[in-house]
């Protein structure tokens, strides 16, 4: 099992600054298989990205992807009052689909 | 639009069972995969299982493996969990997600969740 692990923790930052949340895998990921998801209180996940850098269907371009191998990058360029919310990385490069333990950003 | 309701959820004792349903409905169910993902109170996001669109296939997080069966029922569109053998660490909300379709085994849309509380 690839075992996903999120940093940091927790993210404080000011709405219109950047934010930068990683996200490294115990052994590679094939083909790019990562996702990321944005979960608010009370609601279910929404997908972001997918395929390490693929912008999911409606998703503004302040968010991007990058990275390979083992080491993920979530870019949220300048943050937005709606964006402060908990953010999951997802493999699926094998079938034992994993998540990582999620960063909170939150309002500093 | 796309939309997932589930039901079934509720409060069972250890050792017991459940089956959960998910009625689907604004895309074609029979095209596309579904999973069930959980997330325990509190805690981060688990993947619970997977069925390929036709059920041909099932895939199993190890944690659920035996114990949990996922189905799916094209002609009523509607996904299901039935769970068995339940244990206090099986409380969370479950969510039924839809499949991102193609190579992507990603969640592109999910519900509400059911909340499973197991407790004597």
């Known amino acids: 099992e690839i075992v996903l692990t999120q940093s940091p923790g927790t993210l404080s930052l000011s709405p219109g600054e950047r934010a930068t949340l990683s996200c490294r895998a115990s052994?590679?990921?094939?083909?790019?298989?990562l996702a990321w998801y944005q979960q608010k209180p009370g609601q279910a996940p929404r997908l972001l990205i997918y395929?390490?850098?693929s912008r999911a269907t409606g998703i503004p371009d302040r968010f991007s992807g990058s990275g390979s191998g083992t080491d993920f990058t979530l870019t949220i360029s300048r943050l937005e009052p709606e964006d402060f919310a908990v953010y999951y990385c997802?493999?699926?490069?094998?079938?034992?689909?994993?998540f990582g333990g999620g960063t909170k950003v939150e309002i500093k | 639009q796309v939309q997932l309701v589930e039901s079934g959820g509720g409060v069972v004792q250890p050792g017991g069972s459940l089956r959960l349903s998910c009625a689907a409905s604004g895309f074609t169910f029979s095209s596309y995969g579904m999973h069930w993902v959980r997330q325990a109170p509190g805690k981060g996001l688990e993947w619970v299982a997977f069925?390929?669109?036709?059920?041909?296939?099932?895939y199993y997080a190890d944690s659920v493996k035996g114990r949990f069966t996922i189905s799916r029922d094209n002609s009523k569109n509607t996904l299901y969990l039935q769970m068995n053998s339940l244990r206090a660490e099986d409380t969370a909300v479950y969510y039924c997600?839809?499949?991102?379709?193609?190579?992507?085994?990603?969640?592109?849309?999910w519900g509400q969740g059911t909340l499973v509380t197991v407790s004597s």
């Open positions: 997600a839809k499949d991102q379709g193609g190579i992507q085994l990603t969640f592109d849309y």
């Open positions: 069925i390929r669109y036709d059920g041909s296939n099932k």
């Open positions: 052994q590679s990921v094939s083909s790019s298989y």
């Open positions: 395929g390490a850098s």
């Open positions: 997802q493999q699926y490069g094998s079938f034992s689909l994993t």
